[in-house]
């Protein structure tokens, strides 16, 4: 083998290799392909992908923490993504997987969040729900992607073109001439209203005089609140508000020694009270049988002849007074030995 | 009337031959417009053929692999350097306000990966490449060299052609590849330097679509055209006649045809694997 044929082999053989191996690399470069086990898997299943092609990011708060590796038609009418995401990155607590459109270009992300994170969405929470399941397995659902709203939008701008359609039939030649009209008399009303106005000015610049003066009083009303405010910021500055509030204190604890005392009190009044009530009841009974006739007093109370007897005993020892008095020694004898 | 009548068979008898004229004509015009065709799909299974010979055809293989592919690289390095600046800045130029600007680094990988670097390096190759073989079997050609060596027992299929086609079909991916590589990078630096847009922009957008069926795309349409050069140049080279005029006649033509059949070949393998794929 002469020696040129030995350098155009090693040549020919050195390019091919060398090319095939860096164009190799690059791709796999550009892939971002998982070379030595740096990324773990998440499998997420949800009823629909969207846009979402392998390779297309995924997303955890808005930064890039893995990729898209594998879509696949599940069973009973799911899709199951398998994600790649790096080892370091941990998902949120109960996580959820959004499929959403990145940009109007046709870009797609997975966006792993937690239940805070989701959109007021009705659907799609139910979606949600729908996918969850109890494993390792996490619930996916699709965000409606720019195509959609702007299809909605293109519902929304068609329903507007009709309102205005019928606008343009309600406004004919003659609303056209009754708005014409209209604006003459508004014009006619503002003129009148100038000229009102003109003619209360001189009213209008009273009430604001007066309005000037109430500001005035309002101001001096503040500044007097300001100096009382300062006045009670240097009384409580001075301890005066700190006596007050011993003296207060002093207070209360005699009140409260007070409130014992009249609680005593009340307690022995209580006991007077029952023994009241019991000598009531006593003299109540006794009062009745007084009244009834009964006993020495109640004949008393009762017998009219006692009385009678009474008035003639006083009368006879008035009379018999009178006579001692009057002869003195029919009674009375004093003797001597 | 005797003289009538001869006449009148004499016009009877001229008419079918006009009318059969006019069919052997049309039949002839057709017959050599598409000889070329039947001439080139006999080349091609004849090359085929001759591959089973490879005693004859390896030891100068890697000499042909070397003198067009190797030598290649340097103007397949020029082109595909010129062609990602200017793909970074018409990018930008084109729909630099409407688009983000990472869409500079999606835009020239995947047209450089996709269609330039094929097609460029492709065209350029053809010129470098199918004149080089039309002009130098020609000259075998008309200096009786061929003749020799068919005398000589050697096969011109398998000893001339056959290494030359299969170093072109080998050698053109790896310029392809080349180019892509350094059309990508350039634009990379392009848009660094020129533009507004950062490394990881240029990244994101190189990233976010592509696919390894684009650079597979490209390289597999760059050996059809290896092929189809390194064919038309030796067809053009082992027919040419007619001394040095004739050959650079026949170079001409093959660098010609063989552009043509790189546009053809590229349409082609957009309708086979496009059609009806997208990046999803």
Partial sequence: MSSERRTNDFL???????????????????????????????????????????????????????????????GRGWVVLKLAIDRGVSLPADP????????????????????KGLPPDRELRAALVEAHTTGDTLAGAVLPDIAQLTSVAGRIAGDVAKVSDRVQVAFDDKAAKELRESIRNFAQLSAELAKTV?????????????????????????DNLTRFSSRVDSSTSRGELQQIVSNSQSAARELMQATS????????????????????????????????????????????????????????????????????????????? | M??????????????????????????????????????????VVDVIRATRDTSSWMPMF????????????PIGIFIAIFTGIVLALLASYSVGDIVPPYFVGTLVQKTVTLELAPVLTGLALAGRVGANIAAELGTMRVTEQIDAL????????????????????????????????????????????????????????????????????????????????????????????????GVGRNATRAVVISAVMILVLDAFWAVVWLTGRTLR
């Fill in chain 1, 12 to 74: 020919v053989g050195a390019s091919v290799i060398i090319v095939t191996v860096v164009l190799i690399v690059t791709v796999l470069w550009v892939q971002q392909t998982d070379l030595g086990g740096k990324t773990r898997h998440v499998v997420v299943r949800t009823r629909d992908v969207g846009g979402v092609a392998l390779g297309n990011p995924v997303v955890i708060r808005g930064v890039r923490a893995g990729q898209v590796e594998g879509i696949a038609l599940g």
């Fill in chain 2, 62 to 73: 890697t000499l042909h692999a070397r003198t067009l592919g190797v030598g290649s690289l």
């Fill in chain 1, 198 to 222: 003109q003619a209360q000015s001189k009213n209008l610049d009273l009430i604001s005089t007066d309005v000037r003066q109430g500001l005035q009083s309002v101001n001096a009303a503040a």
């Fill in chain 1, 261 to 337: 005392a009249l609680r005593k009190i009340t307690d022995d009044v209580n006991g007077t009270q029952a023994k009241l009530s019991s000598a009531v009841s006593r003299a109540d009974s006794v009062f009745t049988k007084m009244n009834s006739g009964q006993g020495t007093l109640g004949r008393m109370i009762n017998d009219p002849r006692l009385y009678q007897n009474s008035d003639s005993l006083v009368s006879e020892l008035r009379a018999l007074v009178a006579d001692v008095k009057k002869n003195p020694r029919r009674y009375i004898n004093v003797r001597v030995f």
């Fill in chain 2, 150 to 245: 068919e005398t000589l027992t050697f096969d011109p299929m398998s000893y001339l052609v056959v290494p030359r086609v299969l170093a072109a079909t080998m050698m053109f991916p790896v310029v392809v590849g080349v180019a892509m590589l350094v059309g990508v990078t350039s634009g990379w630096l392009a848009a660094i330097g020129l533009l507004d847009v950062t490394t990881p922009q240029f990244l994101k957008g190189v990233r976010i679509f592509f696919v390894d069926f684009d650079v597979r795309y490209g390289l597999v349409k760059a050996a059809s055209f290896g092929a189809a050069v390194a064919l038309i140049g030796c067809r053009a080279g082992l027919t040419t006649s007619g001394g040095a005029q």
């Fill in chain 2, 2 to 43: 005797a003289l009538v009548g001869v006449s009148v068979s004499a016009a009877r008898s001229a008419k079918p031959s006009r009318v059969v004229h006019a069919v052997t004509a049309l039949g002839q015009g057709v017959r050599e417009s598409i000889s070329g065709v039947g001439q080139g799909a006999r080349f």
């Fill in chain 1, 96 to 115: 959820v997987v959004l499929l959403i459109a990145a940009s109007l270009f046709g870009e797609w992300q997975v966006n792993v969040t937690d239940e």
